[in-house]
């Protein structure tokens, strides 16, 4: 966690780190990825299969120590804003791939609903009233590409800066990118959350690239260098003041 405060860190993953002024709190938790019973109560309460990794004990969390509000991110709240209908699925060949990697898994066999196979989520963190690097989920979709939710957090003297980034790249299909930014400034009780979501078809960004003379290879694995080739289909900002 990058910070300019001050930091404590616990034998259970656990680390928090306080900002100068003493008015901001942040927490995160690294662990390994779930074992199989966890995995199995989490598929049973959100009712879809869970991605080839899920580090379901992970988050990370920002707290206004005076007021108690909280903006929280973890792994079951953004699955259970995975879509659990048609609206949305990706309708390609490589899904129907994905469910024949998965077809001797059990909860594949009973699952009857549909679902986006691709874990696109429009999360934006949980809130409640009361630089880190983190992943939530990751899945490499039947060897067609990658999903993956995961949080950085920088604390500096003046400001504290957090980013969740879903980063979709199913590849010959589509790149996705659903970025949620949250800035404080220490000084103020104010909280700006801003929601961006971007996407492009596979071949429009590709031949982009290869206009730009980039190794288009690598380009593709790095969300940063994707992101300003993309349409943003969303943008929209919430304020919360607090405390």
């Known amino acids: 966690m990058a910070a300019n405060g001050t930091s404590a860190e616990n034998g259970r993953g656990v680390q928090s780190c306080m900002s100068r002024d003493g008015m901001w709190k942040v927490t995160s938790r690294k662990l390994p990825i779930l074992k199989a019973g966890p995995i199995e109560e989490l598929h049973e309460r959100i009712g879809i299969p869970i991605p080839e990794m899920i580090f379901g004990d992970n988050h990370v969390s920002i707290s206004h120590v005076k007021s108690g509000w909280t903006i929280t991110f973890h792994a079951e709240d953004a699955m259970d804003r995975v879509s659990k209908t048609e609206e949305g699925m990706l309708q390609v060949a490589v899904a129907e791939e994905w469910k024949k990697q998965r077809s001797n898994q059990e909860e594949v ?12 989520t429009d999360y934006k963190g949980t809130t409640e009233k009361g630089s880190s690097n983190v992943d939530l989920y990751e899945d490499e979709l039947a060897d067609n590409g990658i999903a993956l939710l995961s949080i950085k957090v920088r604390v500096m003297p003046e400001r504290l800066l957090l980013l969740c980034r879903f980063f979709l790249r199913l590849d010959g299909v589509l790149i996705r990118i659903r970025d949620t930014r949250v800035y404080i400034e220490h000084s103020t009780g104010t909280v700006i959350r801003q929601y961006t979501a971007k996407e492009e078809k596979y071949e429009a960004v590709q031949e982009k690239l290869r206009g730009m003379r980039d190794n288009v290879a690598e ?11 993309l349409r943003t289909l969303e943008d929209r900002t919430d304020v919360f003041e607090v405390g």
């Not at 066999?109 to 696109?120: A, L, R, T």
């Open 109 to 120: 066999k009973q699952f009857v609903k549909p679902f986006d196979w691709s874990y696109s």
């Open 219 to 229: 380009a593709f694995r790095d969300a940063n260098k994707l992101a300003p080739l």
